[in-house]
Every structure is written in structure tokens, then in C-alpha cells.
């Protein structure tokens, strides 16, 4: 542990490629609350996919493989494809699912068709515009990081100057336009800022896995929380631990991948927070039914010992057992419940097999049935 | 046989076999499901590939069908949650089972012939060196055969069940309702669906996949309006595509099956731009004709409502209207024109009054309003 720290601090590599994922992790994290919230989790999915041929195109252009250039090129073939989504989606029949699935695909293979196209040109020196593919953390150099800091930075600073508009935008757009706002414009300018952040991750992550990089930590995020500057705050950070966490485990362990170890990373905190949030959190909810189903047992059965007990001279007439388990709206035997009762005071045992209610218990009965008829009874 | 022959009849294969299930995802929403499918199959590839050793055992079909059914009801079993949307859900999943596949073969595979470019990518070109051989008889491709089969499944599977597959497509909760089980038949689609991307993964690659799967119907989509009409001519697309890809990368000397996606995506986009009445270009008319049409009620209108009154002198001008009805010029003008030529107005100088024919379409106007 101390070794792992310690090469965080003093190997170059380990802290470029740990640095890099981690300002990817932010940002990306950070956006993904938008995009859960709008329900376009698989938005970035397209988006990364039609960068392909945007890489390409800058590469035949310019012959440069400088990342600002292939990045520029990703960004504008992205955006196109996000836009003719929003388009095909707004002004014909064609579903939103349908629309992701040809843009991502259609834009993919013609990024393919210009990348083959380009590696069987006799001068060209094409090598490594297939990392964008599955992503090439370990080759991330200081530049690099460095580009994504800037750009990073600039998107976390636009989302917090566009705070209130992206909010109203992710909740309740309508209301958004009612109030003078102009929507279409903000609705692109945050889809920008996606294409934006989806762009800078291609190089460390690839076209497959960045889709996750969004909508994971967001998603993982969400369960902690209701409010959401602190859900994109704490998906900023899921994003960050992850980044950092698979640059560090990818360089303990030989020949295991960056990218997809981040994925797997952030997947697992997915996981955890599904089972484990408060509130939300499978477990958690698992207990509180626990706990409601106890209660409701209870009540069930104090007013079942109650209705026998109104149909008997007195309160203390000693009631059987067997005739509560066959009773009772709540299925299942009652004798658990009836421990429960007397740990409570509200009934007490006359002999192994029958019961009666203590005074407390004639009233606490009554109050739940007062309760559960309301003002009829 | 020619090579370039069994290609094309390769690729019209894979694209007929990947519209026909695409047809009922694009109907039932769940495009992404290909994609989150034909990417989660690679971790089934995977193992099936170390237990076998042989990567044309059919075991692999097997493990890749398991891995894609896999990611669907990893995917149900977010959703019932409630805590997570299907999206959400989706997009989790496959990078997670991709991931998983990824890393087991930088583990593992090593140097042996299963790299991720090939899963992802496919090779078409390769596909007729690939053979499969009985007793010293050529058999022919083995991508041809393999996908012919599962054409033959899912051609099968669908004339079987197309009513059931069309009442889940159309009315899931009156197929529940009659007793179709839907979620059976739901995860038996999702299984074909699996079993094609598999199928089709070695010769195209499991991201184009998507394409073969989607575009083709979605574009018979715009086209059609039946569920058999919609998938003969999502067929037709689909074959037209593969062959056209592969004049296209022939020419480009390029990637066969991206030219393939690139030429549905084409196919897609023409489409979109003309199909009759639900393409872009018909809609756009048509919005700019019933705008026309009420800009020449409003005209008609307006005039009837100032006729005859002391202020009709400077209401009833060309440059009024567009100070009171706030018509650009350009809009004013045509909605003049187009009045003009129905016999509506008549027009002396900057001055426009109503004819009688003008005068009865503004009081049948009026009584629709």
C-alpha cells in the first residue's frame, strides 16, 4: 500500500495516466447527472461511436495525429450525429432508441470505412488512431492531461454559470420555455458540453467503454442522494475514485487494460450503492419492509385478541393460540408476534397455548383500530 | 463460385438475417438492446473460446447466446429495482460485461488468434477462405452456412409466432391479458437476437451489427405501415446495402462491412429526406402549406372584418398586415399571391378587397372558427 503510494507520488507514468483519469472522471461523472436525469444514458454511447469518422477526417486533412486535431474532428462529427438524432427524433416517427442505434452504428462504420481506407495508403502513418478504439490510458502523456484539464475545467465552469437553467432543463424543460428560457439553445449547448467530455475520454477509455465513464457514476450517484448538486458533486467524485483506482490497479497488476479496469471499478460502485444506500439502497429497503411487515403483524394480531376479547365477558379471558394463527388477516402463526406483544406488555401469556390483553394492550388496540377506520368506528 | 461472389452473398445473408429480428426492436423500442447485446456476447466468446480452444465450435454460438441473454435479464432485474431507468440500466451493463471480456483476454488469450479488433470489427474479406468440408466435399463458406442456418431460425421463428410477435410489438399488455406470456416470448426475441449478432459478429463485427439491425427497419419504417410490408421492404434495404457496401469498399478498397453500415446509413438518410409523407422534404411542405392556407384565411378574414367600415382605407393595405397581423413581408406576400390566384382578393395598387367568392370562403372561415 505504501509502495502504491508512493509510486503514485514518483512514477511519471503512473501519475500522468492516474491524473488524466481522474480529471476525466470529473468531468464526465458531473455531466452524467444531466444526461440520467433526461433520460439519455445511452446518448453518450452514440456520441462516442460517431466520433470515429471525425478522427479520420481530421487525420486525411491535416495528416496530423496531434490530439487537439483528432479531437477537433471527433468533436464535430459527434455533435453532427447528436444533432441529426435530435432532428430525426423531433420532426418524424422514428423513435429515440431507433435514432441512437443508426447514428452510433452508421457513423461507426463509416469511420471504419475511412480508417481501412487510410491504412492501405502506401505513406500513411496511421498508427495509433486505432487507440481510439478501446482507449490507450497507459500512452497518455503530460499534454495530454493537461488538455483534459483545460477542457474539463471549462465544462465544470459552464455547468456551474448555466446551473439553474440545466437543472429546470433536466426536471421540467416546458416550465423552462414558460418562463422565456430558450430551451433548443440549451438543450444544445449541453449537449455540447457532452460531446465536449466524450471526446477527451476516447483517448484514455475508447468509443466502447466512455458510454459507462458517463452514466455510471451518475447512476451510482443518484442512490445516495435526492438533491442534485449533491448528486453531481458525489458522481464527480465516483468518477475521480475510479479513474485513479484503475490506473493504480491496471499498473499492479500485468496486462490488465486500463480502461475497461475503471469500468469495472465504477460498475462496482454502482453495485454497492444499489444495495447498500441509505434510503434507497436495496438492503436498506429490505429492512424497512422487514420492519413494516413486524409492525403490521402486531397491530394485526392485538386487534385480533382484541375483536375475541369483545366478544367475551372480560379483557383477561384466555384466548387460544390456534384460534389467532387461523384468524389473522396477516397469514403465518401468530406466536412470534405474541412474544413480541408481551416483550411490549401488551398481552400476557395465561398458559403455553392461550393469551390475553394486558390493559395497555385493550388501549393500543383500540387506538389502531381507531386508526385503521378512521372516524367510523 | 467467384470470391467476390460468396462475399456478397455473405454479406445479403447477414443483412436479411439481422432486419428480420431488428424489425420487431425498432417496433418495440429496444434498438439499443443490439447494441448492449452485441457487445456484451464478447465475455461469452470468451469463455466458450478457452473451454473449446476452437473458435468455430458451435459452443461458441452457445456462450456468446448466453452472454447476450445475460445482459437482457441483468438489464430486467435493474429496472424492476425502480431504482435504476432502463437506459440507465442498459448503458451499465454492456460496458461492464464488455469490460469483462476485454480484460479476460489481455489475461488470458494471450497470442492466440481472438483479438477484440476482430470481434468488434469483423472481416468479411476473409469469410471464403473459411470453409467447412464433408468427407473431401466443399460445403462452401463457413459464414454462409452458419448464418444461413440461423436465417433459417429466425425465418422460421417469426412466421411461427408473427401473431404473437405482433401483438407484443403493438399491445403488450392485451398480449399479457390473453394469455401469450410476453415475457417469455420477450427473452426468446432477445435470444434471436443474441444468436444473429453472434452469427454476424465474425463477419461484420458486433458494432455494425447494430446498423444491419436497425437501419433497414427503421427506414421501412418510415415507409410502411404494416407489419408485413415493414419487413419485406426492411429485407429489401438491408440486401440492397450489403450489396451496394460492397461495391463501395471494393471501389475504396476499404472495409467491407463498414461500407455496408454506411451504405444503409445512406439508404437511411435518403429516405428520411423523401420518403412519400413522412420524409422531411413532405413534411416541411406540408407545414408550409397549411401555414399558406391560414395565412389566406387570415387574409380573407381580416378584409371581410374592416369591408365597408370608414377604416378600411388604411387597414386594408399590403404593408398593414404586416404591422397587425405581424406577418414577415416575405410571408405577407405570398399569402397575397396565393389569394390572388384562388380569386379570394383583388388588388389595386396597395389596396386589396374581397370578391364575392372572397367574401363566402371569409364567412365559411369564420364559422369554422
Known amino acids: ?377 | 463460385m467467384s470470391a467476390s461472389l460468396e462475399i456478397q452473398l455473405i454479406a445479403v445473408v447477414v443483412a436479411v438475417t439481422c432486419a428480420l429480428p431488428g424489425v420487431f426492436l425498432v417496433l418495440q423500442r429496444m434498438s439499443m438492446m443490439s447494441d448492449a447485446i452485441s457487445h456484451a456476447i464478447l465475455p461469452g466468446i470468451v469463455i466458450a473460446f478457452f473451454i473449446t480452444g476452437n473458435l468455430s465450435s458451435p459452443w461458441i454460438i452457445l456462450g456468446a447466446a448466453a452472454g447476450g441473454l445475460l445482459t437482457v435479464a441483468l438489464v430486467e432485474v435493474l429496472r424492476k429495482t425502480g431504482l435504476l431507468k432502463e437506459d440507465a440500466a442498459i448503458g451499465i451493463v454492456f460496458p461492464a460485461l464488455f469490460s469483462v471480456g476485454v480484460i479476460l483476454i489481455a489475461q488470458y488469450a494471450g497470442d492466440v488468434h481472438l483479438d477484440i479488433d476482430a470481434v468488434l470489427l469483423g472481416e468479411l474479406a476473409f469469410a471464403p477462405f473459411d470453409r467447412i468440408t464433408m468427407g473431401g466435399m466443399d460445403l462452401g463458406p463457413r459464414a454462409l452456412l452458419v448464418m444461413g442456418v440461423i436465417l433459417v431460425v429466425n425465418v422460421v421463428f417469426i412466421s411461427v409466432f408473427f401473431k404473437e410477435l405482433k401483438l407484443i410489438s403493438f399491445d403488450r399488455a392485451l398480449a399479457g391479458a390473453l394469455g401469450f406470456a410476453p415475457a417469455l416470448l420477450h427473452y426468446v426475441l432477445m435470444g434471436l437476437v443474441s444468436v444473429t449478432a453472434v452469427g454476424a459478429f465474425d463477419a461484420v463485427g458486433s458494432i455494425l451489427v447494430v446498423a444491419l439491425m436497425v437501419a433497414p427497419p427503421a427506414s421501412a419504417y418510415l415507409l410502411t405501415d404494416g407489419l408485413k410490408p415493414m419487413i419485406v421492404v426492411s429485407v429489401v434495404i438491408g440486401a440492397v446495402s450489403a450489396v451496394a457496401g460492397y461495391w463501395v469498399a471494393h471501389w475504396l478498397d476499404a472495409s467491407i462491412a463498414g461500407a455496408m453500415a454506411s451504405m444503409s446509413g445512406v439508404l437511411f438518410l435518403s429516405i428520411l429526406i423523401l420518403a412519400p409523407h413522412r420524409g422531411l422534404w413532405s413534411v416541411q411542405k406540408r407545414r408550409s402549406n397549411q401555414a399558406l392556407l391560414f395565412g389566406r384565411k387570415m387574409l380573407v378574414i381580416h378584409l371581410y372584418n374592416h369591408e365597408g367600415l370608414p377604416e378600411a382605407q388604411h387597414e386594408c393595405r399590403m404593408d398593414h398586415l404586416e404591422d397587425h397581423l405581424r406577418w414577415d413581408h416575405a410571408f405577407a406576400s405570398r399569402a397575397i399571391r396565393s389569394s390572388l390566384q384562388n380569386d379570394y382578393i383583388l388588388q389595386q395598387g396597395p389596396h386589396l378587397s374581397l370578391t364575392e367568392t372572397g367574401r363566402k370562403y371569409a364567412r365559411s372561415s369564420l364559422v369554422e372558427l
Open chain 1, 1 to 377: 500500500m505504501i509502495d502504491l503510494l508512493t509510486n503514485l507520488f514518483s512514477d511519471y507514468t503512473l501519475r500522468t495516466v492516474a491524473l488524466g483519469s481522474a480529471l476525466l472522471g470529473i468531468t464526465a461523472g458531473s455531466l452524467g447527472g444531466f444526461a440520467l436525469l433526461r433520460r439519455q444514458s445511452l446518448l453518450g454511447d452514440a456520441i462516442s461511436h460517431a466520433a470515429l469518422p471525425g478522427i479520420a477526417i481530421a487525420f486525411l486533412l491535416t495528416g496530423s495525429k496531434a490530439p487537439l486535431v483528432l479531437i477537433l474532428g471527433a468533436g464535430i462529427a459527434g455533435w453532427i450525429g447528436a444533432a441529426l438524432i435530435s432532428v430525426v427524433t423531433t420532426q418524424t416517427r422514428i423513435k429515440y432508441d431507433s435514432a441512437l442505434g443508426i447514428m452510433l452504428s452508421v457513423f461507426f462504420g463509416f469511420g471504419l470505412v475511412l480508417l481501412t481506407y487510410i491504412q492501405r495508403q502506401p505513406d500513411a502513418n496511421q498508427a495509433g488512431l486505432n487507440s481510439f478504439l478501446f482507449g490507450q490510458a497507459a500512452a497518455l502523456i503530460e499534454q495530454d492531461v493537461f488538455l483534459i484539464f483545460v477542457i474539463g475545467s471549462v465544462v465544470i465552469l459552464l455547468i456551474a454559470l448555466f446551473w439553474k437553467e440545466f437543472k429546470l432543463l433536466s426536471f421540467d424543460s416546458d416550465f423552462l420555455g414558460t418562463l422565456g428560457y430558450p430551451i433548443r439553445t440549451l438543450d444544445y449547448l449541453l449537449t455540447t458540453l457532452f460531446v465536449v467530455a466524450i471526446v477527451i475520454g476516447l483517448q484514455t477509455v475508447g468509443v466502447v467503454l466512455m458510454s459507462a465513464m458517463i452514466i455510471a457514476p451518475a447512476a451510482a450517484a443518484r442512490q445516495w442522494t435526492d438533491r442534485l448538486g449533491l448528486m453531481i458533486f458525489l458522481a464527480g467524485i465516483f468518477g475521480a475514485f475510479s479513474g485513479v483506482g484503475g490506473a493504480l490497479t491496471s499498473s499492479l497488476i500485468p496486462a490488465l487494460p486500463t480502461g475497461p479496469t475503471i469500468v469495472l471499478i465504477v460498475s462496482a460502485i454502482v453495485l454497492i450503492s444499489l444495495l447498500f444506500a441509505p434510503n434507497r439502497g436495496l438492503v436498506f429497503r429490505r429492512v424497512r419492509d422487514w420492519q413494516a411487515g413486524k409492525r403490521l403483524r402486531v397491530d394485526a394480531v392485538l386487534v385480533d385478541l382484541y375483536t375475541l376479547a369483545s366478544q367475551h365477558s372480560s379483557a383477561e379471558y384466555p384466548h387460544s393460540e390456534r384460534v389467532l394463527d387461523v384468524m389473522s388477516s396477516i397469514s403465518g402463526p401468530a406466536h412470534q408476534t405474541l412474544k413480541v406483544l408481551k416483550d411490549l406488555d401488551l398481552a400476557i401469556p395465561i398458559d403455553s397455548t392461550h393469551w390475553s390483553l394486558t390493559p395497555e394492550g385493550v388501549l393500543r388496540a383500540e387506538r389502531v383500530i381507531e386508526r385503521q377506520f378512521g372516524g367510523d368506528s
